[in-house]
């Protein structure tokens, strides 16, 4: 396994559309096992693909809480087969946006259908953090951040701040 380093906004990158999976071969696997390792080492809750340079429609997610059992899921080409009309508003970060952070409201509940680690075809209902990570995750396969979903002075704001970061780091 290796870490694999992770793209920060802004970034073109980041705003590609992923392609879908075609076979979960012993290659995508290992895509996936880093990525897992990857978000482990960040800390974070949601990895996907395009965050680490892999344009592929698939994502890692792990909502357990600290000191509980760890709950891996990897997702290949999820899509929503069900929204609930009723949203909740989620403090949203994101690995990409290191130390940014702002309300963003989505459906409370969602049902997908995707493969899993060996390719099976599955089906999941998800509500509360789970429900927005799988929700913020699938966004980055459609080159959507959740900044995307601010008004457009606060978008411009956090990217203008990571901006800043980004070239203060860069000038070292
Ligand atoms: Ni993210």
Redesign the pocket.
Known sequence: MALLPIITAPDPRLEAVSTPVEAVTDEVRQQLDDMLETMYAAPGI???AI?VGIQKRMLVIDVSREGEDKQPLYIINPEFTWLSDDDKVYEEG????PEQYAEVARPAEVKIEYLDYHGEKKEMQADGLLAVCLQ??MD?LDGI??VDHLSALKRNMILRKLLKQKRLAEAG
Do not use: D, P, R, T
Request: with cysteine.
């Open positions: 949601g990895l996907a965050q994101c690995l990409s946006l913020h995750e980055h951040l959740f």
